[in-house]
């Protein structure tokens, strides 16, 4: 199946410092999503892109919808350390993606006091 | 509004066993999509469910089935079960407006663990 490929795989970093991740396909994908997911509990979904280079914001998150439709960026600004957790990009096939969505292997974000 | 809502939310069988897992969506959502995460696999599409029928299905061995009710609760059955089946499995509503479910709302999951 479809494999999205997400980078990095951990982030260290300060607090208040800004945050990328981005995730990137081999085929062309008409929807992404970015979730985020606490311990203990499900991916609660943080932005949803439809329309290449779409840029949209949630709060201090902005995430973009990659012109090339082969991928997608996360940014943060500012974190803080409820951010902390595991952020994950998932994305729909332009073909309708028969397997649901495909999601990367999450990028785990680790604030430092 | 309640969001998803999954029971059990931790469970501990044996080999060989069965089990069934059950998911309450969103009020008004349409469909219910089941996934399974582990820490090397990530998440993984089980199958998808709408009003009634299953319309997409992932690439897990028959063992694992579903089904949906006339009120869009869905049940997850696991039989003759095996340690690699030890996950966590989620469940996700969607208002499927399309052929394709997309925004996904996630319940907190079941922990199943297979000894």
């Known amino acids: 199946g479809q494999q999205l490929n997400q980078s990095p795989q951990s982030m260290f970093i300060q607090e208040g410092e800004d945050v990328s991740m981005n995730c990137t396909s081999s085929s062309i994908f008409n929807t992404w999503l970015w979730y985020k997911q606490d311990p203990g509990e499900g991916p609660v979904l943080l932005i949803a892109?439809?329309?290449?280079?779409e840029l949209t914001s949630n709060g201090r998150l902005t995430a973009q919808f990659g012109i090339t439709r082969k991928d997608s960026f996360l940014n943060i600004s500012a974190s803080i350390p409820s951010d902390v957790g595991i952020y994950f990009c998932a994305g729909l096939e332009s073909g309708g993606g028969a397997d649901g969505l495909t999601f990367g292997k999450g990028t785990h974000l680790i604030i430092q006091p | 509004k309640a969001g998803v809502t999954q029971t059990p939310r931790y469970l501990i069988k044996t080999r060989g066993q069965q089990v069934t897992l059950s998911c309450s969506p969103i009020s008004g959502h349409r469909s219910v999509s089941w996934y399974q995460q582990t820490p090397g696999q990530g998440l993984q599409f089980l199958f998808e469910?709408?009003?009634?029928?299953?319309?997409n299905k992932g690439n897990f061995p028959g063992r694992f089935s579903g089904r949906q009710f006339s009120n869009s609760r869905s049940e997850m059955n696991v039989s003759t079960l095996e340690l690699g089946d030890s996950a966590l499995y989620l469940c996700?509503?969607?208002?499927?407006?399309?052929?394709?479910?997309?925004?996904?709302?996630f319940g907190s999951g079941t922990q199943l663990s297979v000894l």
């Open positions: 996700a509503s969607s208002l499927a407006l399309s052929r394709y479910s997309e925004k996904l709302f």
């Open positions: 892109l439809y329309k290449a280079g």
């Open positions: 469910y709408f009003s009634e029928t299953q319309r």
